[in-house]
Structure formats: structure tokens, C-alpha cells
């Protein structure tokens, strides 16, 4: 007769078997897969990219803004020229 240990022993092993021959592996490396190619397709960028990229827009607008104000002044000083000019 066998002891309960054993029973227990018996189908733990045949457990163990049992996930070890199941497609639920099989099943969590294709669904980890999946995003990853489908993120592969799209076109990202890393965080380091964007936060570069983010950068230069800063200082691009900043210079953009430097620019307006001195073509306003110039444009102010043009037509103050003209006007005196008449």
C-alpha cells in the first residue's frame, strides 16, 4: 500500500511532466513575442532620441523667438526711416 507522501510525490512528478510537455510555454514565448514585432514594424524611437530630439526643439524655438523680435525691430527701425523720409 502506498504511503500518502507517495501519492503526493507520484502526482507532483506527473504534474511536473505534465507542465513540462504543455504548449502553455510554448504559448507565453509566442505571446511575449508578438508585441515585440509588432513593435518592431512601427517607428519608434528610444527615450534618449526623444529626449534629444526634445532638446534641440527648445533651443530652436528659443532662436526663433530671438530672430522675431530683432526682424520687429528692424522692421520698426525701416519704417521710422521711411516716415521721416516724407
Known amino acids: ?11 507532483q512528478q506527473k504534474m511536473g511532466e ?5 504548449p502553455a510555454k510554448d504559448v507565453e ?3 511575449k513575442a508578438m508585441p515585440a514585432q509588432g513593435f518592431s514594424k512601427l517607428d519608434l524611437v528610444t527615450r ?7 532638446q534641440v526643439l527648445v533651443r530652436t524655438r528659443a532662436r526663433l523667438e530671438e530672430l522675431e ?8 527701425k525701416l ?4 516716415e521721416s523720409q516724407d
Open 1 to 11: 500500500m502506498k504511503q500518502p507522501n507517495d501519492v503526493f510525490n507520484d502526482l
Open 48 to 54: 534618449e532620441e526623444f529626449d534629444t530630439q526634445t
Open 69 to 76: 523680435k530683432r526682424v520687429a525691430q528692424l522692421e520698426q
Open 18 to 22: 505534465f507542465f513540462q510537455n504543455s
Open 29 to 31: 514565448k509566442n505571446m
Open 79 to 82: 519704417a521710422g526711416g521711411v
